[in-house]
C-alpha cells in the first residue's frame, strides 16, 4: 500500500520511487502477454493512473482484447467482460429490476458494469441506443436502474475496443460518448521481428491460435490503485504548463483542415493525463514533453477532420502533429 504523505516540497521521494516500481512493474507483467506495442501499454498504464477510460482502436487481431486482460490479470479488482453486438441491450450493461413472485418485490440483478475494470469490446458492434448505456457510468460512476441510482466501486474504468469505422458492421460512438474517454490508442501492425516473436509464443508446443494471461502475475488491490491515482493527482502542475495545455486545445478550434475543434474537457484531459506521464518518467512535476506525450492520445478523438481534409488523405493524427510542432511550448 502507498502512503501519499507529503513533504513541505512535495510529493516524499521514497513515495514516488514506490509508486514508479509498482507501474514499471505492472508494465512487465503485461509485455509477458502482449508482444511489442511498449507505447500503446505505457499509455493505458497512465490513463489507469490518471483515472481514466480508454479506447483501444485497431484491426481484427492485433491484440486490442489480449491488452486489456492482461492489464486486468495486473489487478486483483473486479473484471468484467461484456462482447457488444447488434442485439444487445442496455439493460445487458446495466442490469434490471426482477419480480420476486414469492415476496411481491422487485429486486435488482445487477450488470456487468459492476466492476473495477470494464472490458466493453468491439463497442461500436452495438447500436448507438446500447453504446450510451454507459454514459453515466462513464462520467459519475454510477447507474440509475428503476429511478434507483447505484454507486459503482472505485476504482472504475471502461477498457473498450473498436475496430476501425471501415469494417463491417460498426456504428459510430456517440460524440458525447467518446468525450468520456480519457484517451484513445491505435493498436498498429507490429513490426516484422516482433511478428515472428508472436508467431514463436502461439506455435511453440501450444494447441489453438491464441495468446493467454497465464504468465501474468497478480500485483495490485483495488486501494492500492486508488492510492496511485491520488499520488498522481498530486504531481506540480506549472502555470505556464497549464496555459501551454489550454493554448494547444484552444489551436484546434481554428486550425485549418480540423472542422470541430476540442472543447474544454481536452485541456483538463491533458493535464491529467500529463501527470500520469511524469509520475511514469518518475517525476513528481510535469514538463511541456509530458503535455506534447499526451497530445495525440487525448486529443485524436476529440476533433473532426474537415472533407478537404480527408480528400487530401489526411488523418487527425496527422493535423494534430502539425499542430502541436507550431504551437509554441513554455521554455524552462
Known amino acids: 500500500m502507498i502512503d501519499n504523505n507529503q513533504d513541505s516540497n512535495g510529493i516524499a521521494?521514497?513515495?514516488?520511487?514506490?509508486?514508479?516500481?509498482?507501474?514499471?512493474?505492472?508494465?512487465e507483467e503485461i509485455r509477458r502477454a502482449v508482444v511489442g506495442q511498449r507505447e500503446v501499454i505505457?499509455?493505458?498504464?497512465?490513463?489507469?493512473?490518471?483515472?481514466?477510460?480508454?479506447?483501444?482502436?485497431?484491426?481484427?487481431?492485433?491484440g486490442k482484447t489480449l491488452l486489456v486482460r492482461a492489464l486486468a490479470k495486473t489487478f486483483a479488482g473486479e473484471f468484467s467482460r461484456i462482447q457488444f453486438t447488434p442485439d444487445l441491450m442496455p439493460a445487458d450493461v446495466m442490469g434490471h429490476a426482477v419480480f420476486d413472485l414469492k415476496n411481491q418485490t422487485f429486486s435488482v440483478r445487477k450488470g456487468p458494469v459492476f466492476a473495477n475494470l470494464l472490458l466493453a469490446d468491439e463497442i461500436n458492434r452495438a447500436p448507438a441506443k446500447t453504446q450510451s448505456a454507459l454514459l453515466e457510468a462513464m462520467q459519475e460512476s454510477q447507474v440509475t436502474i428503476e429511478g434507483e441510482a447505484h454507486v459503482l466501486a472505485p476504482p472504475f474504468m471502461v477498457l473498450a475496443t473498436q475496430n476501425?469505422?471501415?469494417?463491417?458492421?460498426?456504428?459510430?460512438l456517440p460524440e458525447a460518448q467518446l468525450d468520456r474517454f480519457l484517451i484513445k490508442v491505435r493498436i498498429a501492425y507490429p513490426s516484422e521481428s516482433e511478428e515472428q516473436d508472436m508467431l514463436q509464443a502461439v506455435t511453440r508446443n501450444r494447441v489453438g491460435d491464441n495468446l493467454d494471461v497465464a504468465a501474468v502475475a497478480t500485483l495490485v488491490k483495488p486501494e492500492t490503485v486508488l492510492a496511485l491515482q491520488?499520488?498522481?493527482a498530486r504531481i506540480r502542475v506549472d502555470d505556464s504548463v497549464a496555459n501551454y495545455a489550454v493554448?494547444?486545445?484552444?489551436?484546434?478550434?481554428?486550425?485549418?483542415?480540423?472542422?470541430?475543434?476540442?472543447?474544454?474537457?481536452?485541456?483538463?484531459?491533458?493535464?491529467?493525463?500529463?501527470?500520469?506521464m511524469a509520475l511514469l518518467a518518475g517525476r513528481d512535476y510535469v514538463t511541456p514533453d509530458d503535455v506534447k506525450q499526451a497530445s495525440l492520445p487525448v486529443l485524436r478523438h476529440r476533433i473532426a477532420i474537415s472533407?478537404?481534409?480527408?480528400?487530401?488523405?489526411?488523418?487527425?493524427?496527422q493535423l494534430l502533429t502539425t499542430l502541436v510542432q507550431q504551437v509554441a511550448a513554455p521554455r524552462a
Open 247 to 276: 493554448r494547444l486545445v484552444r489551436a484546434t478550434r481554428d486550425w485549418p483542415g480540423i472542422a470541430i475543434g476540442a472543447g474544454p474537457r481536452g485541456s483538463i484531459a491533458l493535464v491529467r493525463m500529463a501527470r500520469a
Open 13 to 27: 521521494p521514497e513515495r514516488l520511487q514506490q509508486a514508479l516500481d509498482i507501474a514499471r512493474r505492472m508494465g
Open 164 to 172: 476501425p469505422l471501415e469494417n463491417e458492421g460498426t456504428y459510430p
Open 230 to 232: 491520488q499520488l498522481v
Open 42 to 62: 505505457d499509455q493505458v498504464l497512465a490513463c489507469m493512473l490518471a483515472g481514466g477510460h480508454v479506447l483501444v482502436e485497431g484491426v481484427p487481431g492485433l
Open 307 to 317: 472533407p478537404e481534409s480527408e480528400l487530401d488523405g489526411l488523418n487527425s493524427d
